[in-house]
């Protein structure tokens, strides 16, 4: 995997483009997992357009490239955002690093959250345990979060969390199909895009934006970028949110999807 020209002082991004990864870019399932024309199109984009591309997805960082190796990516992207919130840029070898103020933050802030908020998640994984087949995933790295065993078990275990969850509180969570993640209010891929934007010397006025899931939403918000879209394979909220907020709801599926809306949105600009 190779990365694209280097951006200079002279020669700055002038746009961000971020990417959900599985559904809306890569379909693991299907060959070629994301079409060829979309790797050409990032291509001309970087020369036409000075874009920077990363990928904004729910996935760990180790997740997301192994992702990578396996869709076969012939060029590397310029961020990574993973877990939905933590920021990695690819060192002049093309090996992640993490930037260190943002991530560090973050953390701080989620432990800090989540032991504020402790006896309110021991209610939740206890109503979870006993009421439902679902599975509450405590790993070192990951302290709160859940994995339904259907699509329609999530819908209800989020009704319970959002009944639950008091409005005071910076609680939060990321849905993504039969997953689910605590998080925080502040923290998610639409901040996390902003700040990657901000480290380029950019806003939300030159980002764009496209997912497929729930996860997606607080990226698919038009204060967090100009340019919204959605593949036609994405859920129903977000389509919705999409052509509300006045995006691209794209007639192609995943990455198909993501070149047409890429191909709308930047048609007259330069
Ligand atoms: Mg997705």
Same mark, same amino acid.
């Given at each position: ?6 951006? =200079?002082? /002279? ?16 379909? #693991? &399932?299907? +060959? ?99 009421? =439902?087949? /679902? ?16 699509? #329609? &078990?999530? +819908? ?115």
């Amino acid at each position: 995997m190779k990365l694209l020209a280097p951006f =200079t002082e /002279a020669d700055a991004p002038r746009w961000l483009l971020s990417f959900d990864f599985d559904g809306t870019l890569v379909v #693991a &399932e299907e +060959d070629p997992a994301v079409c060829a024309d979309f790797f050409e199109l990032m291509r001309s984009m970087r020369s036409d357009h000075r874009s920077c591309w990363g990928i904004n997805t729910g996935r760990s960082l180790m997740q997301t490239v192994q992702g990578l190796v396996d869709a076969r990516f012939p060029i590397l992207p310029d961020y990574i955002i993973a877990r939905e919130r933590e920021i990695y840029l690819p060192n002049e070898f093309g090996r992640w690093v993490g930037n260190a103020q943002w991530n560090k933050q973050c953390e701080r802030e989620h432990h800090k959250l989540f032991r504020q908020c402790r006896k309110v998640l021991k209610h939740l994984k206890q109503w979870v345990e006993t009421e =439902t087949a /679902a599975v509450w995933g405590i790993q070192k790295e990951e302290p709160a979060g859940i994995v339904a065993s259907t699509a #329609a &078990e999530m +819908d209800l275990i989020v009704d319970k969390i959002d009944d639950t969850i008091e409005a005071e509180t910076a609680l939060s969570y990321q849905r993504n199909g039969i997953y689910l993640r605590f998080s925080h209010k502040h923290y998610h891929k639409g901040t996390a895009m902003l700040e990657v934007a901000r480290l380029m010397g950019l806003s939300s006025q030159h980002a764009f934006a496209v997912g497929d899931s729930h996860n997606d939403l607080d990226m698919l918000n038009p204060e967090m970028a100009e340019m919204l879209a959605c593949p036609a394979n994405a859920c129903p909220e977000v389509k919705l949110q999409v052509e509300s907020a006045g995006g691209y709801v794209a007639k192609g599926h995943a990455s198909r999807g993501v070149v047409e809306a890429l191909g709308a949105h930047f048609a007259n600009k330069k």
